[in-house]
C-alpha cells in the first residue's frame, strides 16, 4: 500500500515530470539528427550494420510514431493533467484565503517562514501610507482588535497561477501537436502558369494563373510569385490570390505556401513522322507509350549548358543554350542517358521524341492544420504562465501598530531577500529602523 503511493506521488510530481522532458528533448534531438522514413537499406548502408539494425529496431527510422515515443508523450500529459488538478484546489484556496494578517499571527519566526520583520519608527503621520505607496501596494486592508491595528497590503497575487498556467500550456501544446500529426494535411501540387490540377485530398483544384521569378542583377533570385485560383471541388466556389516566398495565401481553411520551382518542357511525340501526342513533362516526371512498354523521362534541365572538367553545369538561369537531359526506359530497363538541346530528335525505331518549349514550372505546398490556433493557444499560455511565475512574484507586507509601537513585517516566496531589502529601504526613507 505504502509502495504503490509512494508510486502514485512520484508520478504525479514535477520530478516525473522533468524526467519525461528529458527523454522526449534526447528523442527529438536525435530525430533531427536521423534521416526519417527512409527505407530500410538506407540504414544499414549509410550507417554501421549494428548501428543501422539498431535504429530500425528502436523504430528511430519513423521516431514520431514509433509507439513508445507516443507513450512517453501520453505519460507527460498524463502527469501534466494530474499536476494541474491536483494543484488546483490548493492554488485556489490559497489564492483567495492565503493572504492577510491573520497568517502573521499564526506565525512562528524561528520557523524560518521567509517572513521578516522590523520595529519601526515612522517619521511622520502619513509615513505609513508612503511605505505602501514607494511599494506600489494598491488596497491596503486595515484590521483592528482591541489596542491592536493591522494594515495589509498584497501585490501580484495573480502570479501563484504561473507554473500552474504554464503547465496547462504545455500540456495544450503537446495534445495539439500530437492531434495535428494525425489531422495535418501537408501535399504538394506543381505545374506551369495555366495549368489546373487537383489536389482530391484537400477536396479543391488549383489553376496556376501565372508564375514568376524575379531575378536581380547577378541572376539571385529575389522573389518567387504564383498567382493561383483555388477551386473548392463540393461548391465550385473560387477564391484567387498571390503566394510568395514567406507570404502564403490563405483560402478554404488551408495555407497556400510557394515551396519551389523547377524547370519544364513539353515533349512532342511522333510514330512513323505522324505527331501523335504532346505531354508536358516537368523535371524528373516520365511519360510512357500505350501500344510499347517503351517511356522517357525529363532527367534534368540545363538553361545555359556548358561542360568542364567538373561536368556538366549551366552559366545562367537564362535558357540561352537550353539542353535536356532525358533517361529512355524499355520495360522500366534503362536504354540510354544523354543530354540533348531543345528540339533536336530522339529516334527510337519508329518513334521520335522531341523536346520544345522550355519553361519554369512552379511547386505549391498546401497545408491545412486544423490544431493550429489549439497550439498557438497552448503556447500563449505557457508565455503567460513564464511571465507570471517570474515578473510577478507575490509580494506581502503588513504594520502593527499597538500602543504607539509600530512592527513590520514582508514575505515574498521568491526573492525573499531582495524584497526584504527593498522593504527595509522604504522604512529608512520614511522613519527609523530599530535595532
Not at 465550385?236 to 515551396?259: C, I, K, Y
Request: proline share 4%; glycine share 8%; net charge negative.
Amino acid at each position: 500500500m505504502k509502495a504503490g503511493k509512494k508510486l502514485w506521488n512520484l508520478f504525479h510530481s514535477m520530478k516525473c515530470a522533468v524526467f519525461l522532458l528529458v527523454i522526449l528533448a534526447v528523442v527529438c534531438t536525435a530525430g533531427s539528427l536521423i534521416p526519417q522514413n527512409e527505407v530500410a537499406a538506407y540504414y544499414t548502408t549509410v550507417y554501421p550494420e549494428a548501428v543501422g539494425h539498431l535504429i530500425l529496431f528502436l523504430g528511430l527510422d519513423h521516431m514520431f510514431t514509433v509507439w513508445w515515443f507516443i507513450l512517453t508523450a501520453a505519460l507527460l500529459c498524463l502527469n501534466l493533467l494530474l499536476c494541474s488538478i491536483l494543484r488546483f484546489p490548493q492554488l485556489r484556496k490559497r489564492y483567495e484565503e492565503g493572504y492577510g494578517p491573520e497568517l502573521v499571527r499564526k506565525q512562528d519566526w524561528a520557523a524560518g517562514t521567509g517572513v521578516c520583520r522590523w520595529e519601526w519608527k515612522p517619521k511622520a503621520e502619513g509615513s505609513r501610507e508612503a511605505v505602501f505607496t514607494a511599494g506600489r501596494f494598491k488596497k491596503i486592508q486595515t484590521e483592528a482588535e482591541e489596542t491592536v491595528v493591522w494594515h495589509y497590503a498584497v501585490k501580484n497575487r495573480f502570479g501563484i497561477w504561473g507554473s500552474w498556467i504554464c503547465h496547462l500550456g504545455m500540456l495544450a501544446v503537446i495534445v495539439g501537436f500530437g492531434l495535428g500529426q494525425y489531422f495535418m494535411l501537408d501535399t504538394y501540387v506543381y505545374g506551369v502558369a495555366g495549368q489546373e490540377k487537383e489536389v482530391k485530398e484537400a477536396g479543391v483544384s488549383v489553376r496556376i494563373d501565372d508564375f514568376q521569378v524575379a531575378l536581380r542583377e547577378d541572376y539571385t533570385v529575389e522573389q518567387y510569385r504564383s498567382e493561383l485560383t483555388v477551386k473548392e471541388l463540393a461548391s465550385g466556389e473560387l477564391r484567387q490570390g498571390v503566394t510568395q516566398v514567406n507570404s502564403p495565401m490563405s483560402a478554404f481553411g488551408m495555407d497556400f505556401f510557394q515551396n519551389s520551382t523547377g524547370w519544364a518542357a513539353d515533349v512532342a511525340i511522333y510514330k512513323d513522322g505522324e505527331r501523335i501526342e504532346t505531354a508536358l513533362l516537368c523535371q524528373g516526371e516520365v511519360i510512357g507509350l500505350e501500344e510499347i512498354p517503351l517511356s522517357i523521362q525529363l532527367t534534368a534541365f540545363y538553361p545555359d549548358y556548358y561542360v568542364d572538367g567538373n561536368g556538366p553545369g549551366t552559366r545562367s538561369p537564362q535558357p540561352n543554350n537550353p539542353v535536356a537531359v532525358y533517361s529512355l526506359y524499355y520495360r522500366q530497363e534503362l536504354l540510354a542517358m544523354e543530354a540533348i538541346g531543345i528540339g533536336l530528335p530522339i529516334d527510337v525505331d519508329a518513334y521520335r521524341f522531341v523536346f520544345e518549349n522550355p519553361r519554369k514550372y512552379t511547386l505549391i505546398q498546401v497545408v491545412k492544420d486544423p490544431t493550429m490556433w489549439y497550439v498557438a493557444a497552448g503556447g500563449f499560455l505557457m508565455l503567460a504562465g513564464i511571465f507570471l511565475a517570474f515578473f510577478c512574484r507575490p509580494e506581502e507586507l503588513w504594520m502593527r501598530e499597538e500602543k504607539g509601537q509600530c512592527e513590520v513585517f514582508c514575505r515574498s516566496l521568491k526573492g525573499a531577500d531582495l524584497f526584504a531589502d527593498r522593504v527595509r529601504g522604504w522604512l529608512e526613507e520614511h522613519g527609523e529602523c530599530l535595532p
